[in-house]
């Protein structure tokens, strides 16, 4: 081989490594402040960026923007209810003070806004001041918490489960003209939503994956899951690009990501070394790492080798 030919690859090997990303699942731990991904296919976790809070709230109170990958958590910080922001990407964080009245859940964003309810009340929050402004008020009797509440950003709509009249109800706030409409459901028990797939919400109810028609309120069953025993709240995410579902639970006593695809309901499984406390915040591509120094210092020798054998030849 010549020397010009083995120069060349020297230098294209250097400018073309880099680690190619997979869909996979970002969550938070309320043990720690890691963020971390979940690769669904192999079950391994891998450190993102890690917060600052004192301490992090419990269920609906971390999600990830894939937008702008950005992640926020709400907790405490120095005694005062905190909204955390991690850049996913760099690692940096920003706090703002952020008091609701109830308990407040996230739902997703809208208009660049995170969208949380505390009960009957939707609120519309700037995630750079923690200002909020109420968008909606819907009329329940009973409100079931945590991972019933959900936002469709593209059409400016949230969703609701919960009882009124002694009814399971699906309500829907649009989140423009705060119109709210309840609709009668065959949800029920400790329904989970999940996220939106052909126009639909997908909701894990124990190992039954259901597609909610979002202007009727009735549910059908497009899979069946094999865990064991499911985890409650923040812990079924659907990939509306892939059309897959992914749940965290327990098969055959050990820790497992399942994955179920809403198209055709095949199932697969992969043990987890994610904890048993994670709460699923957003589905998208892991942010490449940094180049390790070596990959960097093979860069520079190629760039340079180039750089020499130009040199000698003019």
Do not use: W
């Not at 400790?190 to 639909?200: H, K, M, Q």
């Amino acid at each position: 081989m010549s020397p010009r030919i083995t120069v060349l690859l020297l230098a294209l090997l250097c400018f073309s490594a880099k680690t190619f990303a997979q869909n996979g699942i970002f969550y938070g731990n309320v043990t720690d402040n890691e963020i971390r991904f979940l690769d669904p296919a192999t079950g391994a976790t891998s450190l993102i960026a890690t917060g600052g809070l004192d301490s992090q709230f419990e269920y609906d109170l971390f999600t990830v923007n894939t937008a702008t990958n950005i992640a926020y958590q709400l907790g405490n910080l120095n005694s005062v209810h905190t909204l955390e922001s991690v850049n996913l990407t760099t690692g940096a964080a920003s706090y703002v003070s952020m008091t609701l009245p109830g308990t407040v859940v996230f739902g997703g964003f809208y208009n660049s806004n995170l969208i949380v309810s505390t009960g009957n009340q939707v609120y519309s929050v700037d995630t750079t001041t923690g200002g909020s402004t109420l968008l909606a008020t819907g009329d329940l009797n009973t409100i079931f918490l945590y991972n019933k509440f959900i936002v469709d950003s593209a059409n400016g709509m949230a969703y609701q489960f919960g009882v009124k009249n002694a009814q399971n109800t699906f309500v829907t706030f649009n989140l423009v003209t705060g119109v709210v409409t309840d609709l009668s459901t065959n949800l029920s028990g400790d329904p989970i939503f999940g996220g939106f797939y052909n126009g639909e919400l997908i909701a894990a109810q124990g190992n039954q994956i259901r597609s909610v028609n979002l202007t009727t309120g009735t549910s059908t069953v497009l899979a069946n899951g094999i865990l064991t025993t499911q985890s409650t709240y923040d812990k079924f995410i659907v990939d509306s690009t892939t059309g897959l579902a992914y749940q965290y639970g327990v098969l055959s006593s050990v820790n497992t990501i399942e994955t179920v695809n809403l198209a055709n309901g095949t199932v697969t499984t992969a043990t987890s070394t994610a904890p048993v406390t994670p709460n699923f915040g957003g589905v998208g591509a892991a942010p490449a790492p940094a180049p390790e120094p070596s990959v960097i210092a093979l860069g520079l020798a190629g760039a340079a080798a180039l750089l020499l054998y130009r040199k000698r030849k003019v």
